[in-house]
């Protein structure tokens, strides 16, 4: 961590999904990529970049004691909610002292410590919200509840979002502040829009990849191998 890093970075790993899509026995970030789990490796990650000063990690009520012999001495394991909203939300009560947020799917397991350090470094150069993005490659449509096409929005407007997203804290704060029962946000940056703030994007990786089929796993499984 360099010296001139005077902001405190709290990174938020939600963990506490039942991996309804991927079809394991096991909740999803507990299920391993080429022998190490999930959540372990999503953690590792997000040590690795030099970046992070504290990791709060976000499970179910049942696997907090399993989390904390899997994870590095001085991780905080808490427990999480119904929806990824209420976990994402006991996390920032459980770490009231940041100054900046990252909140990070322990599904993207295999994200680079670099993509994690380049969110932080654009939060430090000023940044109330950050998030990675890719061009999407296929053509996106709308469509109503019968399954009819409603609109074809231009693919070139249109980004795949990754995580870690990255906040200042009050605004992160208040975005949550907003938030109520039943809510339908998918991620934290379209809370964060709603209250008017701006989000930028930077470049996001392909290795940041949510794992949340069969075949993402698969994936995830090759390319852990790959890299021994
Ligand atoms: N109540 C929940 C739901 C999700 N998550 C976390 O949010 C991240 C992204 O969610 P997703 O990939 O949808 O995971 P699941 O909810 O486990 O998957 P599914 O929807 O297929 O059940 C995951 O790391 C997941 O563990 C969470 O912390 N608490
Ligand atoms: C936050 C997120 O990873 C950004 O792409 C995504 O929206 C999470 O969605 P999920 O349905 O909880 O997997």
């Known amino acids: ?57 976000v499970v179910p009520a049942e696997l907090v004691e399993l989390a904390a012999t899997l994870l590095p001495d001085g991780v905080q394991v808490i427990v999480g909610g119904a929806e990824r909203l209420d976990s994402v939300r006991a996390g920032i009560d459980a770490a009231p002292d940041a100054d900046l947020y990252l909140v990070h799917d322990a ?24 998030v990675p993005a890719l061009p999407v490659t296929d053509t996106i449509k709308s469509v109503d509840s019968a399954g009819r096409v409603t609109g074809t929005p231009a693919r070139a407007d ?22 109520v029962e039943g809510d339908l946000a998918t991620d934290d940056a379209g809370l964060v829009e709603r209250l008017g703030e701006q989000v930028a994007t ?27």
Not at 209 to 222: Q, V
């Open 1 to 57: 961590m360099s010296s001139a890093a005077t902001e405190f970075v709290v990174a938020l790993v939600p963990a506490a999904g039942r991996g309804v899509r991927l079809g394991e026995s096991t909740p999803k970030a507990f299920v391993p990529v080429a022998g190490i789990p999930m959540i372990r490796r999503a953690v590792d990650g997000l040590l690795a970049s030099g970046a992070v000063h504290r990791v709060v990690v």
């Open 107 to 130: 599904a993207r397991a295999l994200t680079p410590p670099a993509l994690i350090a380049r969110v932080v470094s654009e939060l430090r150069n000023g940044r109330s919200g950050v």
């Open 158 to 179: 249109l980004r795949a979002i990754q995580t870690p997203q990255g906040f200042a804290a009050d605004v992160l704060r208040r975005a949550y502040d907003g938030v």
């Open 202 to 228: 930077i470049v996001g990786d392909p290795l940041a990849f949510k794992i949340t089929t069969p075949l993402d796993l698969t994936l995830a499984n090759a390319l852990a191998r790959e890299e021994g």
